[in-house]
């Protein structure tokens, strides 16, 4: 993409003095902190008082703006965006068309992908471990990422493993309930 498609998905305005093609070739604004421009690639743009830095990578027509912050290992590709004062740090991966904004911090392993919700998902801070509609049909507690009827399947083999009590074995079935009566 050349400065002048640049200014226009940037809604016109910005003056060419402003910005620096990256090495990857992607767009940085002054305004911005890079530390590896061969990391921003394709048409990706990192602008406002961002910071990308620790081999963090950003690519696609993704963009990292306001006061965000994209480091360690993690990667925004796609159509995503990070903005606000959002963190994406460890190994984590913002995708597709996904929105990270706010005060939100995505971390560890953690994916946010496969579009946008049109209300939050539906999240509950469980006595063991956090449950949430991870993404349309899947339901991820702790660090597992299943779909709702995998759950049915394969809750009962990993509540044992993880020493569950068959009090927390009633509580996350009746969270399973709640998710598949309510959530997408």
């Known amino acids: 993409m050349k400065f ?4 226009e998905k940037m809604g016109g305005g910005e003056s060419e003095s402003d910005w620096r093609r990256a090495s990857g070739g992607g767009w940085i604004h002054r305004s911005a ?3 590896q421009p061969e990391n921003i690639k394709e048409n990706a743009r990192v602008f406002g008082n961002a910071q990308v830095c620790d081999g963090a990578r950003v690519f696609g027509d993704a963009r990292v703006f306001g006061n965000a912050q994209v480091f360690g290992d993690a990667r925004v590709f796609g159509d995503a965006r990070v903005f606000g ?3 994406v740090f460890g190994d984590a991966r913002v995708c597709d068309g996904a929105w990270v904004f706010g005060n939100a911090q995505v971390f560890g392993d953690a994916r946010v992908c496969d579009g946008a919700w049109g209300r939050s998902p539906l999240f ?3 006595s063991r471990f956090s449950l ?3 993404k349309p049909g899947y339901l991820q507690i702790g660090c597992q990422c299943l779909t709702f009827s995998d759950w049915r399947k394969l809750g009962p083999r990993l509540a044992e493993e993880n020493d569950f009590t068959p009090e927390e074995i009633a509580e996350y079935a009746a969270y399973l309930d709640l998710f598949e009566k309510i959530g997408k």
């Not at 002048?4 to 200014?7: A, F, G, T, Y």
């Open 4 to 7: 002048k498609e640049l200014n």
């Open 33 to 35: 902190t890079v530390e």
């Open 85 to 87: 004062n959002a963190q």
């Open 124 to 126: 509950i801070v469980g």
């Open 132 to 134: 949430t509609n991870a």
